[in-house]
């Protein structure tokens, strides 16, 4: 995109929605790294306000246990999500443990697959991390495929955007607890910022809490969800959740 387009189209201001809407227009096409928790959700939602055409949802998956790779999800509610929102899901399945490099061998290889069909920019639901941003970038970088961060907010919005996502009506399930930053009890309850101590970043961007999503502004109806066992492993806590 050029300066001297947006310049002539809006004049040397440019406001964000004016940006978005301008992007939309240029028939971008987005592929959209989901975890199936809320803040993938809300980058959905996002995106899709903005007018941006969103053409799958890439998400990782431990092939032997077939559940998402944090969260801990089982793939048959990630493969409802994808029903309910209308989407493909570009399954993207890793070894556990997985070294680096076969991740980004595998993720090499779906961004190979997005390049033939035509994908302009991957976008992300990250907040404020620089280091993960950067990363993303790097590897990005020699793609010709862009990365999109549209509900970056820095590290003193999290309490802000969490507010907003819950009076939306975004509704998840706490999936899996870091122990070492929250208490292990969350596992298996409601995400909700007014009841997390103090410390603990409203919607879990360190790591200490992931979601899974099953209700918001981004799905038609509710999906129907069971809370089963809470177990531990390695080092975690994780809540399985199943279709209800």
Same mark, same amino acid.
């Given at each position: $995109?050029?300066?001297l387009?947006?310049t002539l189209?809006?004049?040397?201001?440019?406001?964000?929605t004016q940006f978005?809407?301008?992007?939309?227009?240029?028939? $971008?096409?987005?592929?959209l790294?989901w975890s199936?928790?809320?803040?993938?959700?809300?980058?959905l939602?996002?995106l899709r306000?903005?007018?941006i055409?969103?053409?799958?949802?890439?998400?990782?998956?431990?092939?032997?246990a077939?559940?998402?790779?944090?969260?801990?999800?089982?793939?048959e509610?990630l493969l409802?999500?994808?029903?309910a929102?209308?989407?493909?899901?570009?399954e993207v399945p890793l070894?556990?443990?997985?070294p680096n490099?076969?991740?980004?061998r595998?993720m090499?290889?779906?961004i190979?697959?997005?390049?033939s069909?035509?994908?302009?920019?991957?976008a992300f639901?990250d907040?404020f991390?620089?280091?993960?941003?950067?990363?993303?970038e790097?590897m990005?970088?020699?793609?010709?495929i862009?990365p999109?961060?549209?509900?970056?907010?820095?590290?003193n919005?999290?309490r802000a955007l969490?507010?907003?996502m819950m009076?939306?009506?975004v509704?998840?399930?706490?999936?899996c607890?870091d122990p070492s930053q929250l208490d292990?009890?969350?596992?298996?309850?409601?995400w909700?910022r007014?009841v997390l101590?103090?410390?603990v970043?409203?919607?879990?961007e360190?790591?200490?809490?992931h979601?899974?999503?099953?209700?918001g502004? $981004?799905?038609?109806?509710p999906l129907s969800?069971?809370?089963?066992e809470?177990?531990?492993?390695?080092?975690?806590?994780?809540?399985d959740v199943t279709?209800g």
């Open positions: $995109m050029s300066a387009r947006l189209a809006f004049g040397p201001l440019v406001t964000f978005m809407v301008y992007l939309a227009s240029t028939a $971008m096409r987005v592929l790294s199936s928790g809320k803040d993938s959700a809300w980058a939602h996002t306000g903005d007018g055409e969103v053409v799958g949802l890439l998400t990782t998956l431990n092939e032997e077939a559940r998402v790779s944090m969260q801990g999800v089982r793939r509610l409802a999500q994808a029903e929102l209308g989407l493909p899901m570009w070894p556990a443990p997985c490099e076969e991740y980004e595998r090499d290889q779906a190979e697959r997005a390049v069909e035509g994908i302009s920019h991957v639901g907040l991390l620089e280091d993960v941003r950067a990363y993303r790097e990005m970088a020699p793609t010709g862009e999109l961060f549209p509900i970056w907010c820095g590290e919005g999290t969490a507010e907003r009076a939306s009506g509704r998840a399930v706490i999936t607890v292990a009890s969350f596992a298996g309850r409601s909700d007014t101590p103090a410390g970043d409203p919607l879990g360190r790591g200490e809490f979601t899974f999503c099953w209700a502004p $981004m799905f038609p109806t969800i069971a809370i089963g809470v177990i531990e492993r390695d080092g975690f806590w994780w809540a279709p």
